[in-house]
């Protein structure tokens, strides 16, 4: 009996895996159209918004969790804090502490136990994972210009209004405070405020110029600067090179060498201009890996996030893929189905909506391209919201966290706080969008 | 000598348990580590920002994976 003790987890996964590969369903129409439609759209995430999109998103986060002092941020929620200013820090600050989904929880203990308590620690818990950098540009990109401003700013008031809530709920009751310092890390600043505020600002500004879409009308302003955005992304891709070399030490030789030959191939072959984009980020790739000081810093941070976001994301397109197929396609799961279900804009399809995102655990920006096929499969705009705020700020395994930290009657209390009110901006949104 | 790892398990947390063994037989120390999971015993070191290392009971540092040189120094 021993024998099987050891041997049962292997024996039932080899098991598994035959009786599926005995019954594939191969040769039926829906599953070879399935197996179809992931590859296509994980095909058309890799060539529409790796490139232009996330690596550039990546070296923007990389350089956050490098250059910006996490405890400049913290100071502002310690238990001294002001605490009307604590609730809108908190509300935003997880554009700057939340990079890594990893992070969230022990700062939103950190917060609740040894800072400015409660409401605040609920507050960045919601808007946190909504509002880091990588989510904001890719739901904007993937989902459209609307749902993406509309989820920022979402999180960012329906936090204050979670956080409020559960202060007043639980005003009666006194927090047992841990005496523990909060041990942060040092930061030493290199440079003023202003030289990293134009660091970043060239940064976001390749990103947003790189990434214009192509307006309806062929005049106007939108249009001249479609017109001229590849001139004006290498003016900021200049303007980083320039600060780069002035104020983070790079090499002048360095940084001529990568834009001379960017240039060079923008000039051999103008109508790709996805060429000379791409060597001017690998002369950047290669001259900061090489660096041994914060350059090298910057890129390995980059690098990390790139290593644990992009495996996930293109795996969690490949199912949604599957699953729910491209926009106008239909994957595994039919249409009728998701329209049934979250279709329109009524409260029982928004409720449903949030409900699920509270309870299912979404790996880091994979909602985007599930949310993606669900709407393309007739999900309503307005549950596509209520998915989108409820969904990444909660998930099973960090209920079960949270519940550690809050005990039972203030998880619950939260959780029906972000189902509801996901649900009722879902609603609001839907009304005038959907 | 007692090193903790204090992080929940993400990836950062493990390079840093991994630097901290090599940067402590490099040493030739004697030393006991031990992987903090807990949050609330994280909480209870004051670090809010993981991984972060302490050793017997002190923390050293948080919010980074600073390399095998640099967690020698803290070990000295």
Partial sequence: MNYWKQEWKSFLTITVVFLICYYLPVGTPRFDNAVLEAFHLVKWYAQEHVLLCLIPAF???????????????????????NKVLAYGVAAVSGT??????????????????????????????????????????????????ELGIARAFGAIFLSILIGLSMHLLFRKEEEAKIAAQMAMPESETKRALWQDSLYFASMVFILVFANWGKPQSSEGLWASIYAAKWAITSGFAILLGVILVAWFGLKAWKAALTALIAAALGYMYPAEPLIAFTAGTLGLTIFTSTDEGELGDWFSSSYDFAKQILPLLLGGVIVAGALLGRVGYEGLIPSEWIAGMVGGNSLAANLFASLIGAFMYFATLTEVPILQGLIGSGMGKGPALALLLAGPALSLPSMLVINTVLGIRKTVAFVSLVVLFSAFAGIVFGAFYG | MKIQILGTGCPKCHKLAAEAE?????????????????INEIMGF????????????????????????EIKKHLK
């Fill in chain 1, 59 to 81: 070296f923007i986060a990389g350089a956050i969790g490098v250059f910006v002092s996490q405890a400049s941020v913290m100071k502002y929620l310690g238990a001294r804090a």
């Fill in chain 1, 96 to 145: 700057i502490l939340a990079v890594c989904s990893c992070t969230i929880l022990p700062l939103f203990s950190g917060i609740y136990k040894m800072g400015a308590g409660l409401g605040p620690a609920c507050a960045f818990l919601y808007s946190g994972p909504a509002i880091n950098v990588l989510a904001i540009v890719l739901t904007a990109r993937i989902l459209g210009p």
């Fill in chain 2, 22 to 38: 090599q940067a402590a037989k490099e040493l030739g120390l004697t030393y006991e580590l031990v992987k903090v999971t807990d």
């Fill in chain 2, 46 to 69: 004051g670090v809010m920002i993981t991984p972060a290392m302490a050793v017997d009971g002190k923390v050293k540092f948080s919010g980074k994976v600073p390399g095998v040189e």
